[in-house]
């Protein structure tokens, strides 16, 4: 089994505690299917168009070598496993822990937040990963506080928990514990600066897509209720 296989199957094991009963998270698996589709239509289009621009790339030493419009099975698979186990970690925090940012702290936050993410998109606009994942995010940030900043507030905790697993699966499809990358990334495309092996790029890629998902499934939850 690939590596990145691997990966996979250790994020999806989660699946086992949806079942805990103050979280209850079976009972959102209908939203976030639909809030995964929503995430799949935005990203594999673009994930194909990068592989093929060369913008980025998977190492075959680590794949099981299945591809689908120029995309490795292992990465179909890590917009299901991913997903998934963002939102869990997003209501498992819901249910047992008492939120103590400030919500006019954490408004203020966001934007600025999302004002850099807009400032380091133009200013690298010669660098397509960073131009469009930097500006996509500070789009969606902004539009997802203006409408819903209490949603945002949640989503501060949940970005930082989720910022722990990240660097470690990230670390090591970047290379951090191998020999070679399972991921690579053309260096003419991306600012250069890296946390360890990891792009500063990914580290925002990685808050669009939970940002997008977590929302989405709030979302569709409540419009079920």
């Known amino acids: 089994m690939s590596l990145y296989l691997w990966l996979n199957c250790f994020i999806i094991g989660t699946v086992f505690l949806s079942f805990d009963k103050k979280v209850a998270f079976y009972k959102y698996f209908r939203s976030l299917f639909l809030s995964t589709l929503i995430v799949i239509l935005i990203f594999i289009p673009w994930d194909i168009w990068f592989a093929s621009k060369g913008i980025w790339g998977f190492n075959d ?44 702290f954490s408004t203020r936050l966001w934007y600025c937040v999302a004002l850099i993410l807009f400032i380091t998109a133009i200013i690298n606009f010669e660098q397509v990963y960073t131009f469009i994942v930097f500006l996509t995010c500070s789009i969606f940030v902004t539009i997802f506080n203006w409408i819903n900043s209490a949603f945002m507030r949640e989503f501060l905790i949940t970005y930082i928990v989720c910022f722990i697993p990240f660097l470690i699966v990230n670390g090591i499809l970047t290379g951090g514990f191998t020999e070679n990358p399972v991921v690579w990334y053309s260096e003419q495309q991306i600012i250069g600066w890296r946390i360890g092996t990891i792009p500063l790029e990914d580290t925002v890629y990685n808050m669009l897509l939970v940002v997008l998902i977590t929302f989405f499934t709030e979302l569709f939850q409540k419009t079920r209720s």
């Open 61 to 104: 030493d680590y794949l099981v070598g299945i591809f689908w419009l120029k995309l490795p099975l292992e990465e179909w698979l890590f917009f299901l496993t991913v997903p998934y186990s963002c939102t869990f970690i997003h209501f498992v925090i819901k249910a047992y822990f008492k939120n103590p940012i400030r919500q006019k």
